[in-house]
């Protein structure tokens, strides 16, 4: 019976070559990776980690905006991956490559400047990635109407194949009520 369910994964990851994980520097990000070092390990398919960088001199200097999402990266990296199994292959500007070796997989490190949507659809596209991978912060109601989603853009605008892993949404009741607690043990 097992063999019947994991035949399509089997064939699922044979034609699966490169998920790009699309992050920013919220809580959410930590969703996003977990999911996507899932199927990349399951699938054994490289992962690429992007953030789009949008520049504001105003608050921190380019470099060390830069290099706050590079330690971002790398704490979400050593997070989802043991840290004894990763080793690094290569650290420049264009970014930072690791080797997964249990499975082989290399997670990939970018840094982009520009416009998050622009930037991760293109992305996705130079790569010719299998999956897109981004975060949905659960705005809801009016402040997911005034502000507009960057993930619902790049699920219209992007040509690859896009998953939204959604995060905890603001005007969600408590899971933890009282209430709620009896009904569980209850």
């Known amino acids: 019976m097992t063999h019947l ?17 699309a992050v920013d520097q919220s809580r959410h990000a930590d969703r996003v990776i977990g999911r996507a070092a899932e199927l990349a390990s399951l699938l054994r398919t490289d992962l690429v980690v992007v953030t789009a960088m949008v520049p504001d001199p105003m608050k921190i200097s380019l470099a060390e905006q830069w290099n706050q999402i590079a330690r971002f990266h790398r704490e ?17 500007a264009k970014g930072s490559v690791y080797k997964y070796d249990p499975v082989g997989i290399r997670i990939y490190l970018k840094i982009l400047p520009g416009n998050p949507v622009d930037t991760i659809c293109k992305c996705a596209d130079e790569l010719n990635s299998d999956l897109v991978i ?7 109601g009016v402040g997911g109407l005034v502000l507009g989603s960057v ?5 219209h605008k992007c040509s690859r194949s896009v998953m939204v892993v959604k995060g905890e ?13 009896s009904v569980r043990t209850g």
């Open 151 to 155: 993930s619902e853009r790049i699920v």
């Open 134 to 140: 981004v975060g949905n912060r659960g705005l809801g």
């Open 76 to 92: 979400l990296i050593f997070k989802h991956f043991p840290r004894d199994k990763i080793a690094i292959e290569s650290n420049d």
């Open 169 to 181: 949404t603001l005007d969600r009741p408590n899971l933890d009520t009282p209430a709620r607690q």
């Open 5 to 21: 369910i994991l035949a399509p994964v089997r064939n699922l990851a044979l034609q699966m070559r490169t998920i790009l994980a």
